[in-house]
């Protein structure tokens, strides 16, 4: 059986920029081994693996991989999976595609933007607020002071501007501390201060993955800073609507588009962005 694969940029606005995303189309007949093996031969932070044909409730069963395992959920693919099935697998022009992850169902809907350009946005899962910690240990593990960080502090971790977000770096050997609190080696920081005049917030993400690696746009982050910003109230609005630019440390500049609101009680959390193609070919 041919599998093809596509290569976008998710969150980009233009090309060679944003998060990268290898996506394998037709993959019924692909051993999860093979899959894994395929995604630590791309080495991008993800790829997934769509079938060809939607199941019985029109949705395409999808698996994200990054180089060492196989994950649930997480943005970007996501984004860049619908687009790649919506302009070449999808039979007829759509305006959503219906995504069957690990995690459930999830609807990705495309729609122009104002200069015309087509966005695409998925509704992100329930989520809640966890554990908080001291700005010291987080500081430390950071490389920075416990003044850079934002008084209202968590695994999400507002600075107070550009210079802390611009040297900061996660050390594992720092956050052993709060590891052993409970807290995963994931850490997203944010600030007011941009690049850009026309966005809103800038930041960073750092994981571990056989190492300490930085995401160049992170979708599901920015998933978990809508629902964090909701609830601190970092703006006077009750509802969202926010351009938060990240990756500009590691020459992957990307925008991410954020909308955030309460909805009878409930926070609801969409994310977009631009997807770019760069690549198209076949597996050998």
């Not at 998060?19 to 997934?48: H, I, K, R, Y």
């Not at 968590?154 to 609190?181: F, H, N, Q, W």
């Not at 993955?209 to 979708?219: C, I, L, Q, S």
């Amino acid at each position: 059986m041919t599998h093809r694969f596509y290569m976008v940029d998710v969150f980009a606005e233009r090309l060679y920029s944003g998060n990268p995303l290898a996506v394998v189309v037709g993959t019924e007949d692909l051993p999860d081994e093979t899959m894994q093996q395929l995604a630590a031969e791309m080495n991008f932070s993800e790829t997934t693996f769509v079938t060809s044909v939607p199941e019985n409730n029109g949705g395409y069963r999808v698996r994200i991989f990054t180089p060492v395992r196989e994950i649930a959920f997480t943005g970007h693919p996501i984004l860049g999976t619908a687009w790649v099935l919506r302009h070449h697998i999808v039979p007829e022009p759509c305006t959503q595609v219906r995504l069957r992850l690990a995690v459930g169902q999830v609807t990705v809907t495309f729609e122009s933007s104002v200069d015309g350009r087509e966005v695409a946005w998925f509704l992100a899962p329930t989520m809640s607020l966890g554990a908080t910690s001291a700005r010291e240990p987080v500081a430390e593990a950071l490389g920075l002071s416990p003044e850079d960080i934002e008084t209202r502090a968590a695994m999400i971790v507002p600075l107070r501007g550009l210079d802390a977000l611009r040297c900061s770096k996660l050390d594992l050997e720092a956050y052993t501390v709060l590891a052993a609190k409970g807290f995963p080696p994931l850490v997203y920081l944010f600030c007011h201060e941009t690049h850009q005049s026309q966005n809103d917030l800038c930041a960073r993400f750092f994981f571990e993955a056989n190492g300490v690696r930085e995401d160049p746009a992170t979708g599901n982050g920015a998933a978990f800073l809508g629902a964090y910003l909701l609830e601190h109230q970092f703006f006077p609005e009750s509802g969202l609507s926010v351009r938060i630019e990240q990756g500009y440390e590691i020459r992957r500049p990307s925008l991410i588009m954020l909308h955030a609101r309460m909805l009878s009680g409930a926070r609801e959390v969409s994310v977009g962005g631009y997807v770019i193609p760069t690549v198209q070919g076949e597996l050998l």
